[in-house]
């Protein structure tokens, strides 16, 4: 449990607001909103720290937009000030919850991602199969609409049970009850109350938020359930056994506890028990005993991508870096034959 008075003041710092505002602006130096805001860098620095002193700071109403990647997503982005905060935030509360997040929970964090999930995976196939010489099979599953479904009172709850500084609460109370229809405007406290549920796609607080959470589902599997083949990546997760009908009780266990606790439940058509020798897809791969193959999903993703890069859509340097992930991401996989095509295809007149 964290009581430490000065847990809110190492946020709201000047030297953690610098770090926070290096973090924010990374990748992003060309933006307009970062030109304007380093145009008054200090003073900025200084008005927010203040704000947040006095706690008089409000999140400005989240900018909402459409990404087709070519899957349609509604993604809501923050004030650039605004995501100064969260860094500022995430920075100081990822020191307390990394003690406790499981080795096996993989995305948002730092040495973790995708490429760790997989080599994982891998690693329990080898001891769930007895070195591949017997059956497993996995529960692969997906929380239904997890952003949109995630409860403030209860995550506020999770949250509490390690911080009880009520300046931090309070900070956070406000990021969460941000939305693109609400103007804070100085509404104060009583403006925290439009927004119950949900966390908007696109925030670092969500991803971080999203983690902790989840970690009451992570504790509950490794633990209660002794589940020793578990892994999350955000909202999906697989745990593997030799036994089917062990993993058809846990499921059963797991679906009642994020019903009873974390008011989520598991997608019907995403959530299912499978045998390796089907193939289980995880983290953009097809996971078979022995090789692995990429998702249609992954591909059609890339080839969307040239397709706009030849539309000039997307700039040369661009679309290299894009391919560069690609690659990187897509030679864990039988993909030779694939990797080939998507050159063959950039480079095409």
């Not at 909402?64 to 349609?72: N, S, W």
């Not at 030799?242 to 606790?261: A, D, G, M, Y």
């Amino acid at each position: 449990m964290e009581n430490a008075e000065n847990l809110y003041e190492k946020i709201i710092s000047f030297e953690n607001l610098i770090l926070a505002y290096k973090k924010a602006r990374k990748g992003k130096t060309k933006k307009t909103y970062v030109i304007e805001f380093e145009k008054n860098l200090n003073e900025n620095l200084i008005q927010l720290c203040e704000e947040l002193k006095i706690q008089t700071y409000f999140p400005k109403p989240l900018e909402t937009f459409i990404v087709r990647d070519p899957k349609t997503r509604k993604i809501s982005k923050s004030d650039f000030r605004d995501r100064v905060i969260h860094h500022a935030l995430v920075h100081i509360l990822e020191e307390i919850y990394e003690q406790i997040f499981i080795y096996d929970s993989c995305a948002n964090r730092i040495g973790k991602g995708t490429l760790f999930a997989i080599k994982r995976f891998d690693y329990f196939k080898i001891k769930a199969t007895n070195n591949l010489h017997s059956e497993a099979f996995c529960l692969k599953a997906d929380i239904k609409h997890y952003f949109q479904e995630v409860d403030h009172k209860i995550l506020i709850d999770i949250i509490n049970r390690r911080i009880q500084d009520k300046k931090v609460l309070f900070l956070i109370k406000k990021i969460l009850a941000n939305t693109s229809n609400t103007s804070f405007g100085g509404g104060g406290e009583a403006s925290l109350g439009f927004q119950k549920v949900g966390m908007p796609l696109g925030n670092l607080t969500s991803q971080f938020f999203a983690n902790v959470y989840l970690h009451e589902l992570d504790y509950f599997i490794k633990h209660k359930l002794k589940a020793k083949y578990y892994i999350r990546y955000v909202d999906d997760f697989v745990i593997l056994h030799k036994n089917k009908e062990q993993l058809e009780l846990w499921k059963e266990e797991i679906e009642k506890f994020l019903k009873e606790k974390l008011k989520l439940e598991l997608h019907k058509d995403k959530s299912k028990i499978v045998s390796l020798s089907k193939g289980v897809d995880f983290v953009g791969f097809r996971n078979f005993y022995y090789h692995k193959l990429l998702r249609k999903r992954n591909i059609k993703n890339i080839l969307f991508k040239i397709q706009l890069y030849k539309k000039g859509e997307i700039s040369k340097e661009k679309m290299l870096e894009i391919f560069q992930g690609f690659n990187a991401y897509a030679k864990w996989a039988d993909s030779y034959m694939v990797r080939k095509e998507v050159v063959k295809r950039i480079y095409k007149t």
